[in-house]
């Protein structure tokens, strides 16, 4: 299952992940910080997605609500 999420809040706007079953195989971002959204997605592959989100969420990018990350796991919501 491939999912493609939007994002107009962030830097990378766009987050294409991998899923079979209930594991992610992987993620990547298109804009964002090129070291970060490589190392959040080399973190993650194998994760399972309530795992991933567990340890995603909330976490925010300066004075923004959200993140990278957080908007990860709000995609990988988007399958439960």
């Known amino acids: 299952l491939n999912l493609v999420h939007n ?7 766009i987050i294409t992940i991998t899923i079979k ?3 992610i195989e992987n993620a990547q971002y298109i804009g964002g910080c ?4 490589q190392g959040i997605g080399a ?3 194998g994760m ?5 989100i567990s340890r ?5 990018c300066g004075r923004k609500s959200t993140s ?10 988007e399958l439960l």
Do not use: F, H, M
């Open 68 to 77: 990278c990350p957080d908007q990860l796991a709000k995609a990988l919501k």
């Open 48 to 52: 399972k997605i309530n795992d991933a």
């Open 43 to 45: 973190l993650i592959k």
């Open 21 to 23: 079953g209930d594991t």
């Open 34 to 37: 090129s070291g970060n959204t």
């Open 7 to 13: 994002d107009v809040y962030l830097a990378a706007q």
């Open 56 to 60: 995603l969420e909330g976490i925010r």
